[in-house]
């Protein structure tokens, strides 16, 4: 048994030791084989030639993408590239920034894919999207990432200028989205130009379909929601993200919804076609700043979620934890105040409606939120509030950049004012919001 073992460990560690590189360029040409010399010009023939455990390495400059281009119709869906071949990972060339641009990519009567990511343990990182259309005028959506397969990450990629979803999760699980920018996306052709299905980022993945997170991501001035959550069946974490000025388009013109996270719901789905038991969604340490309607938002959902140390300024409501009644019950789609949520150490300062609302503080777990504290905040309690940092560029490692924007002075008495919930802090006892 020892031997077979020792043999099987060879095998692998053969078989990763001989992984393949290839490359993309704009200038390279499909019937190439695919070297640093002689790159291939797409990303579908890359895939053709690499196998599990490859790498395809991506050439800077402009991919203008043509609808000779589109890898598959099916239905209403036009996938331009898919990537249905597992295990390969597709890296922007170090130092280097390719842009995918898909203005002339406009079939009538579909629903434009750019990437549709439907095989697994599939990489893909630091590339630039912009320019996915949409052509028919009733409901529909176009999306820049769809993904329906399990174990993906997609990483520091920058979504913007599209009429098309930033990164759509579909289904499969343990999906990662890593320190991506999704801002500007805004549909003005259908449904009136509202830009109504536009978020930043999405996962409606349904029952069975665990363990997707979004990670260090940004969404500003998508003309829906930056985050949207309404149809997941299994429960959904969101960390380290921010959300600002959702609901506008980028000169401030109202649009769709506008809420910072949008956290479950099911909108008026029968009750056969909602998940059991009701999912609790969590977000944590993450910042709304300037939404249109809420920062944090329930959404009417069926169950209550989990709220820890998030950051709150200047959305109409900061938090609003409007859930329906329990599906277990026969008038489950009625309305009413937010049940069975855990929040700690949230904080939230000049909501332009108000802070807190449609919320059944009895029937919550609330602990050291500043509502609950006897706490005056002002301006002097924060080191800046200048909202041009908020689009700052992101540091080295493609995370969130570190600036001065809503933390906290070091006389403030929101410092030591949260109360420890198994996350690492300094001082007495956590700050409370999303900066420690």
Known sequence: MKHKILILTFLVSSLYSFAAEYYVAPNGKDSNIGSIDKPVETIKRAQELASAGDTVYIRGGMYTMRVEQIAAYNRAMAYVTKLDKSGISYLAFPNETPVFNYNNITPANYRIIAFYVNGSNIRIKGIEITGVQVTITTHTQSECFEIQGSNNTLEKLQLHDNMAIGVYILKGSNNLILNCDAFRN?????????????????????????????????????????????????????????????????????????????????????????????????????????????GFYSNHHLNGSNWYNNSAYRNKRNYNMLNRKAANTADYLTNVPGWAHVMSNNLGYKATEKELTDIDKSACTL??????????????????????????????????????????????????????????????????????
Do not use: M
């Not at 908020?390 to 540091?395: E, F, N």
């Open 186 to 294: 805004w549909d003005s052709v259908s449904e009136g130009g509202k830009g109504g299905n536009t978020d930043g980022f999405g996962c409606h993945a349904p029952i069975g379909n665990k363990n997707n997170i979004f990670r260090g991501c940004r969404a500003w001035f998508n003309s829906d929601d930056g985050f949207d959550l309404i149809n997941s069946g299994e429960t959904v974490l969101i960390e380290n993200c921010w959300a600002f000025y959702n609901g506008y388009t980028s000169d401030f013109i109202s649009r769709a919804d506008g809420n910072g996270f949008k956290v479950g719901g099911y909108g008026g789905s029968p009750l056969d076609k909602i998940p059991n038991p009701i999912p609790r969604n969590t977000i944590r340490f993450c910042l709304v700043v300037g939404n249109k309607q809420s």
């Open 367 to 436: 602990t050291h939120n500043y509502f609950d504290l006897n706490l005056t905040i002002n301006d002097s309690d924060f080191l800046s509030l200048d909202e041009t940092l908020l689009t700052a560029p992101r540091q080295a490692d493609g995370s969130l950049p570190k600036n001065n924007f809503f933390r906290l002075n070091a006389a403030s008495n929101i410092i030591n004012a949260g109360t420890a919930i198994g996350f690492p802090f300094k001082g007495t006892a956590p700050d409370l919001g999303c900066f420690e």
